[in-house]
């Protein structure tokens, strides 16, 4: 057996006194408490170890040394005390939260894995779909996911988690639009799950989940017309993050104050309705919330008050997701391949672990379009605290930095041939179509160096790179092959969360999506930042909303100095923009990639 193996908690009995013994792992060293059932207070033991089986410690206020072999869930053996020898057996007790699925044939446990009293804890929900192969044994015969719990474990958090099988309500199948109800499935046991903890630090979606979004609706007068105008709508996961809030997926969400004589609609149309209203699309109908830009509505919350202007995000949620980017691409389209998505997965697992294995430089890049690019001395000297000036890299649209410097779409594709430990880019991507060339002099020109042409891993079937002048979007869908297979990045701020999921149009020119698209065949933004994710070698992408005010990162800066996860930083980024003042964008985050990961190890 593991030293992983045994740490938990166990119920025992030692010379006919029942006890409970904790085990838990911090970096190399076993530690351990036992509380026996007749004493009042609980004892840290000393001397532990596990070897070939045998664990030993000694209780060292009154001189008992346990030994026993532990055999699976059980052990038996004996404890010293005054030169008398005394019998002990005891049994793994499993964890009360790997038993909340018993309702939900869908949702199964997989792995738990205990740490210390008071350890953070993180729920990992792996898609059913895919979860056989990642436990399956690699050449050391340890998975992917178990490698990956190990780590984890090692860094001192408890692990609870489950697969759970997402289908379509409607037809069963998988690889599907996925429709309201099913993300209220995956919204239940989240909230299940976070009250029978009463601690939880984040969620972790490793596959392909549901998400849901959220409408920011504003009131325009023309004439004597009151119009009802869409600001923006876009995908975040503060509504799953959120288990004091109860969520409606009605086409008009019953989000306004009595007597109200005014009616909100999700948006699935990008066309208006003549009075400015928008469509009414019910079959498209997806769970999300409104939030209005004067701040007049708000959603219903159990902890509704006046200084939240919406959700209240009590964790962070982050997803590990490669169906957006396993595809074979030809002229006719995305061809998926769900063994192309494993292997990125494999890939991502792969490099996360040697990010936690492996000690680097910390280092900085800074890329800002026009619109942003005022910002970057600010945004740099924010960084101050936790890398050195000189390991900055700025490009941005600035008359102020050398031509060197411009945000260009050639400096653009070097940086992913460098290894930063944190970028931060700052530009307009709805439909991939980021702009360049806004300094005179400079030109939308592809690096002499890129390749001319791209074959998709596992695949023989190539498509030319269109080279010289071109637009930026097709070289996206091509996964920037001239990255560094080293770049290990956390990406900040980057594409626009807009315009993600539940758009009106089919697949027309690679430009737009319907909610009938398959998730896995939606190009936008989303599909831009899981590539950053897969395709670049990254490690964690904070994809948010740059159409109004960039959001305030000084809480990830924060967490980076500290040496705190990306999530920790995260959280308290959406806990700073959930205010009544912060309009009218608040919410503008999602997260790709594993928020655990620290900014440095």
């Not at 690699?138 to 998975?143: A, N, R, T, V």
Request: aromatic share 12%; charged share 20%; net charge negative.
């Amino acid at each position: 057996m593991t030293l992983n193996e045994i740490l938990g908690m166990w119920r025992i009995v030692a010379n006919e006194n029942p006890a409970s013994l904790h085990l838990w792992q911090a970096g190399n060293n076993l530690n351990g408490q036992i509380k026996f059932d007749d004493l009042s207070n609980t004892e840290n033991l000393s001397s532990l170890s596990f070897i070939n089986d045998e664990l030993r410690f000694t209780r060292s206020g009154i001189d008992q040394q346990y030994s026993a072999k532990v055999r699976g869930d059980d052990l038996r053996g004996t404890f010293l005390q005054a030169g008398s020898s005394y019998t002990w057996f005891g049994r793994r007790m499993p964890s009360p939260l790997l038993e909340l699925s018993f309702d939900n044939p869908r949702i199964l446990p997989i792995d738990y894995r205990a740490s210390s009293p008071g350890a953070q804890r993180v729920l990992v929900i792996v898609e059913e779909r895919i979860s056989g192969a990642l436990l399956s044994s690699l050449s050391d015969g340890i998975s992917i996911l178990t490698r990956f719990f190990d780590d984890l474990q090692n860094e001192g958090w408890e692990v609870v988690a489950y697969s759970l099988d997402v289908r379509s309500h409607e037809t069963r199948e998988r690889y599907h639009r996925h429709l309201p109800d099913e993300f209220l499935d995956l919204y239940r046991f989240v909230k299940k799950f976070y009250h029978a903890a009463q601690t939880l630090g984040g969620v972790l979606l490793v596959g392909d989940f549901p998400t849901a979004g959220i409408v920011n609706l504003e009131d325009r007068q023309v004439g004597q017309i009151l119009e009802q105008h869409e600001l923006d709508y876009f995908s975040v996961d503060a509504v799953l993050a959120d288990p004091h809030g109860y969520w409606e997926w009605m086409a008009t969400a019953p989000t306004f104050p009595p007597g109200s004589n005014l009616g909100g609609r999700l948006p699935f149309d990008d066309s208006r309705h003549p009075n400015g209203s928008l469509y009414n699309r019910n079959q498209w109908s997806a769970p999300g919330f409104i939030t209005h830009a004067l701040a007049q509505w708000q959603v219903h919350h159990a902890e509704r008050t006046n200084q939240k202007h919406a959700a209240d995000s009590k964790f962070w949620v982050g997803r590990i997701t490669a169906s957006q980017s396993a595809w074979r691409t030809g002229q006719s389209g995305l061809e998926y391949s769900e063994q192309e998505e494993l292997r990125l997965l494999v890939d991502y697992f792969n490099r996360n672990h040697e990010h936690r294995t492996t000690s680097r430089q910390r280092r900085g890049y800074i890329f800002l379009d026009l619109d942003f690019a005022g910002g970057w001395e600010s945004e740099s000297n924010k960084w101050t605290n936790s890398v050195t000036q000189s390991s900055i890299v700025v490009n941005a649209d600035s008359n102020s930095l050398p031509a060197t410097q411009w945000a260009t779409i050639e400096n653009y594709f070097n940086s992913f041939s460098e290894e930063h430990l944190v970028c931060y880019y700052m530009m307009h991507s709805d439909f991939l179509n980021h702009y360049f060339a806004a300094q005179p002099g400079s030109t939308e020109v592809v690096p002499a160096a890129f390749p001319q042409s791209f074959t998709s891993p596992g695949s023989v079937f190539s498509v030319s790179v269109p080279g010289g002048q071109t637009s930026v979007k097709a070289l996206h869908h091509f996964a920037l092959p001239n990255r560094s297979p080293y770049s290990r990045f956390y990406l900040l701020g980057g594409c626009d969360v807009g315009d993600i999921i539940h758009r009106p149009q089919y697949l027309a020119a690679g430009e737009r999506i319907s909610p009938a698209t398959p998730l896995h065949r939606q190009y936008g933004a989303q599909n831009l930042a899981v590539t950053y994710l897969m395709r670049c070698n990254g490690l964690a992408v904070l994809a948010h909303n740059v159409t109004s005010i960039p959001a305030d990162y000084t809480p990830v800066y924060e967490a980076w100095q500290q040496g705190q996860c990306l999530g920790d930083g995260i959280l308290q980024l959406m806990r700073n923009e959930n205010v009544a003042g912060q309009i009218p964008h608040p919410y503008r985050n999602i997260v790709f990639g594993d928020p655990t990961l620290k900014l440095s190890y």
